[in-house]
């Protein structure tokens, strides 16, 4: 039993999404309640033996429950529903993993975006909700990325978007990506799941404008396209201007896409930089999204390096010490979801107007300061629930907070 009664919330949380989902057996339920609490608590590496160490069972109990399999997808998607707001996108990016050895599956040369190099180990795909109105990410699932001869990435990483198609679709059909996922297979692909994708172009992507003016009588096919789109001398009678300052000029039109094969909204944003204004393309498939609207959803994509970083500096997305395929996949999205719960419980259930940044350190301090309070309660016999023990327990709870 927690001693604090702030620190017992995501209890409450996760019991709440574990029960919508009703097909759950015991044993595993309170294995779950009581590991994410490890989770939140151990400040050190998290292994096997060490959930043995803090917890209530054996190495072997956590062992063979982490080799069960768990539907993470509809837990997190419990969360989302009961603690965001409706202004949900979902943001997919894939993070690289380290791993050392050869015994383990599905170990590979895959890109790292922190070294900017590829680096031999694992990769997981991962696919978040972003709460725009709140600006942060939840983690939704992550799948361990297999590449086999002859598939295409791109190709992979959109198959295991539109597998899951149903579930994600309840929360949003807006998929947001970085520019490498800005492709014709990607694209067309996420089309036919039924999302519309929101991405950046590259810079020199060809665009076309729509012809508007009178067509030919005659044979032959209608025009459609009124010539190639020049960055440097935009046409006005095409182009909406969204914004114009003195360092930033935001315009946006309906164009097609050559490399797309698609009719899309894009949105360029001029930039002076050095007495060079330069610019960048963000786009979006949904015709009728507000320019505004794309910008804001792009830009909030980047809060799943957040997600990603918390987990690997916070709850050991990094320290998976196991090699089975399910144990691995078990320990990513454990890893994932521990952000989740300490930023539902800590950071938004307070008022927006009140908020500081989320700290995932803070809340790693008071669950660890607070997993051993209750082992030395326990020991020595110590009643928590008087009003003197009470505020002294309080601030052993907070020592050592960042903003206490």
């Known amino acids: 039993m927690m001693i604090i009664a702030e620190l017992t919330d995501y209890k409450i949380h996760l019991k709440r999404a574990l029960n919508k989902m009703g097909n759950i057996n015991k044993p595993h339920y309170h294995f779950l309640i009581e590991t994410f609490g490890l989770f939140l608590g151990i400040v050190s590496r998290i292994n096997f033996l060490q959930l043995g160490r803090y917890g209530l069972k054996n190495e072997q109990y956590y062992r063979s429950h982490f080799e069960q399999d768990f539907n993470f997808l509809e837990l997190n998607k419990n969360?989302?529903?009961d603690n965001c707001t409706d202004n949900l996108t979902i943001a997919f990016d894939p993070c690289y993993i380290n791993k050392s050895g050869k015994s383990t599956p599905y170990l590979d040369w895959f890109w790292s975006g922190t070294a900017k190099s590829t680096k031999w180990g694992l990769e997981i795909g991962g696919l978040a909700a972003i709460d725009n109105s709140n600006n942060t990410a939840l983690h939704l699932e992550a799948i361990q990325t297999i590449k086999s001869p002859g598939i295409?990435?791109?190709d992979y990483y959109s198959a295991i978007i539109a597998s899951r198609k149903e579930a994600l679709k309840e929360l949003s059909k807006y998929i947001v990506v970085d520019a490498y996922f800005s492709k014709y297979s990607f694209v067309s692909e996420m089309c036919k799941a039924g999302f519309e994708t929101i991405s950046r172009l590259r810079v020199d992507a060809v665009l076309?404008?729509?012809?508007h003016g009178e067509q030919k009588t005659g044979r032959g096919r209608p025009k459609m396209f009124d010539g190639k789109i020049n960055y440097q001398s935009i046409d006005s009678n095409h182009f909406t201007s969204v914004s114009e300052l003195e360092?930033?000029?935001i315009y946006t039109a309906k164009v097609y896409c050559k490399s797309l094969k698609k009719w899309i909204i894009v949105v360029l944003v001029y930039t002076l930089k050095k007495r060079v204004w330069k610019h960048r393309t963000f786009f979006s498939t949904d015709l009728y999204l507000a320019p505004r609207t794309i910008l804001?959803?792009?830009k909030n994509r980047f809060q799943i390096e957040?997600?990603?970083r918390d987990s690997k500096q916070f709850t050991a997305l990094n320290q998976c010490q196991a090699r089975s395929k399910k144990k691995l996949h078990n320990h990513f999205n454990i890893a994932l979801t521990t952000v989740n719960l300490a930023k539902i419980t800590h950071w938004l259930s307070i008022d927006k107007s009140e908020r500081m940044a989320f700290s995932m350190s803070d809340v790693k301090t008071m669950y660890s300061n607070d997993l051993h309070l209750n082992?030395?309660?326990k020991v020595?016999?110590?009643?928590p629930k008087s009003s003197k023990n009470k505020k002294a327990i309080n601030k052993l709870r907070t020592f050592g907070k960042i903003a206490a």
């Not at 076309?208 to 012809?211: D, E, K, L, R, V």
């Not at 020595?380 to 009643?383: D, K, R, S």
């Open 296 to 298: 804001a959803y792009y």
């Open 380 to 383: 020595f016999g110590i009643y």
């Open 208 to 211: 076309q404008y729509a012809f």
């Open 306 to 308: 957040f997600l990603y």
């Open 247 to 249: 360092k930033e000029k």
């Open 79 to 81: 969360l989302i529903q």
């Open 152 to 154: 295409k990435m791109l």
């Open 375 to 377: 082992r030395f309660i």
